[in-house]
């Protein structure tokens, strides 16, 4: 759909508004009504890159904040640089920062903005294992699924009057992203990036980990295995992160990975990823 016919169905959803109280639509309506009016509109690659650099700071504190250890920042960088090197979206501003938590978690913002938690790393067994994770994450910024859910409306149901009439002009085409619509996103775009997308993105995601194994010589029969970790974790149905979710199931996703990995050959020798022995070096394994 054309931005000309974008606007034209705003113009009407301004009429709309200046009709009595008793003949508006509510504004859940409104917002459901811009949707339908974009169609098949696809928010820039500016408002992704925007979305990322104006939460990612906050995020990263509100998630525990930046490993203080620099060598270890670095480690983490040059370890995931391959990996974020073969990401689909070239023209993403990829950034990974180590995130201090104990929570065995990682997540993804829209334009390539990435954490991974220090307990992941302690917990990851394996190069693969933590390059399985990066991968998946790589995966929803490539595929854009912070902004699809957000075009399905999966982050209104918390936000208010004003930033609905906000979230409905951009989500229809009304202009670049910003002041409210960026206010009233922040808080669910983070309950949404800690505890996980659609059982369809996460699929997808799981699916990215294969293909980005294959363009950077990690072994695809191992892209399950920081999965069987979680599940020895944490048990499942036990917590609820962005790795770990009962919709879809951890099982059911290991099952779908080993699926497809039994399809791809196998590389003659594993990955040798940089920094993988710093990191392990500051953050050992618990089981030794």
């Not at 525990?64 to 983490?76: F, K």
């Not at 059982?199 to 892209?223: C, M, Q, V, W």
Request: proline letters at 6%; aromatic letters at 6%.
């Amino acid at each position: 759909m054309h931005r000309r016919s974008l606007l034209a169905g705003l113009s009407a959803a301004g009429a709309i508004a200046a009709l009595p109280a008793s003949a508006q639509f509510s504004l859940d309506s409104l917002v459901k009504g811009a949707v339908g009016v974009a169609g098949t509109y696809l928010a820039g690659e500016g408002d992704e890159i925007k979305l990322g650099q104006t939460y990612y700071p906050d995020y990263l504190k509100q998630s525990g904040g930046a490993v203080a250890d620099r060598n270890a920042q670095e480690a983490l960088r040059a370890f995931a640089a391959p990996l974020l090197a073969a990401a689909e979206r070239k023209s993403l501003p990829w950034e990974i920062t180590l995130v201090d938590s104990p929570q065995v978690n990682a997540w993804a913002l829209p334009g390539g903005k990435l954490a991974i938690n220090s307990a992941l790393v302690r917990h990851a067994a394996s190069p693969d294992e933590l390059a399985s994770v990066i991968a998946h994450e790589i995966g929803h910024a490539d595929r854009g699924h912070g902004l699809s859910q957000i075009r399905n409306q999966a982050l209104l149901t918390t936000i208010g009057g004003l930033g609905k009439e906000a979230l409905a002009a951009w989500l229809g085409g009304g202009g670049a992203l910003a002041g409210a619509a960026l206010s009233a996103l922040e808080g669910p775009l983070y309950t949404l990036v800690l505890t996980g997308y659609s059982r369809a993105n996460e699929f997808e995601a799981d699916a990215h980990i294969l293909s980005l194994f294959e363009r950077t010589g990690y072994d695809p029969a191992k892209a399950d295995d920081f999965f069987r970790t979680l599940m020895r974790l944490h048990p499942e149905g036990s917590a609820t992160t962005s790795l770990f979710s009962t919709h879809p199931g951890t099982s059911e996703r290991i099952g779908r990975i080993e699926e497809a990995a039994a399809r791809l050959a196998r590389p003659s020798r594993g990955a040798q990823p940089p920094g993988w022995a710093a990191l392990k070096q500051a953050f050992p394994n618990p089981a030794g």
